[in-house]
């Protein structure tokens, strides 16, 4: 998980096969907290134009800010916030706001009159959890105006090739994760190699971001620790690294 995050609202809807498990839903159930409704953060919706006592602002520059992590950015509910949200990322042009949604095809009707060909300072990441949700979104994805657009294979459930989506050149970044907490669905180390193989094909970054709480790796099953599943994630990645370069 990104260390600076910024959740100008909160709440969502399951749209997707990948929203079976989703987080959002499991932390909120602990709390008593209903998930399905959508409200806009009272404390938090200015967080990226807060400053600290000595005037600095309380995000610094130059980091990558996940945003809306416990929503989706281009929810239906939000469409009265979000003009806000863009003043203020139009605003802090330095630092750059991660954008990850399930709900890419509502992008044209929700960007600001100035976004051109994009911000420079908005990377747009499509969550893709099978090959059909690739399908349906990824053409989306290649087709808008985005200084930067990645692909967050999470919770990956199936093997998917992403071949064709890489060889256009516009994609940044896979980011790769398996699913977390209950109920987790199973995910495998030879789906992860698929996709890191059609990374370096590509010469796109590849980024094993955490294993899922039910990872499966040459015929054995292991239960991680959510804590433990990042940690996990970077020992995979540099043990596909050596079966790489073999
Ligand atoms: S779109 Fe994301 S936040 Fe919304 S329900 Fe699905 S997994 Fe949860």
Redesign the pocket.
């Known amino acids: 998980m990104n260390k600076f995050q910024w959740n100008p609202w909160h709440g969502?809807?399951?749209?997707?096969p990948?929203?079976l498990n989703?987080y959002?839903?499991y932390l909120d159930k602990i709390r008593d907290k209903d998930p399905s409704i959508v409200t806009k953060s009272k404390t938090n919706f200015n967080l990226p134009m807060k400053k600290n006592r000595n005037g600095e602002f309380k995000i610094p520059p130059k980091i990558e800010l996940a945003t809306c992590f416990t929503?989706?950015f281009f929810l239906e509910e939000a469409d009265k916030w979000r003009a806000e949200a863009w003043e203020i990322i139009r605003f802090r042009k330095d630092i750059n706001f991660l954008i990850c949604t399930?709900r890419i095809a509502r992008f044209n009707q929700c960007i600001p009159e100035d976004w051109g060909e994009g911000y420079e300072n908005v990377t747009l990441a499509v969550s893709c959890e099978n090959q059909q949700k690739a399908e349906e979104r990824l053409p989306i994805l290649l087709s808008i105006k985005a200084k930067h657009k990645v692909i967050f294979a999470a919770p990956l459930l199936e093997s998917v090739d992403f071949s064709k989506f890489l060889a256009t050149g516009e994609i940044e970044m896979i980011s790769v994760s398996g699913e977390s907490y209950k109920g987790a669905r199973e995910c495998h180390f030879d789906w992860i190699r698929k996709i890191k193989e059609t990374c370096d094909r590509y010469h796109v970054k590849f980024d094993f971001h955490q294993t899922g709480s039910n990872f499966v790796m040459n015929g054995k099953r292991y239960h991680i620790n959510h804590r433990d599943e990042y940690k996990q994630a970077k020992k995979g990645t540099q043990y596909l690294n050596e079966l790489l370069k073999k």
């Open positions: 969502c809807h399951k749209c997707s990948g929203c989703c959002v839903y929503s989706d399930k």
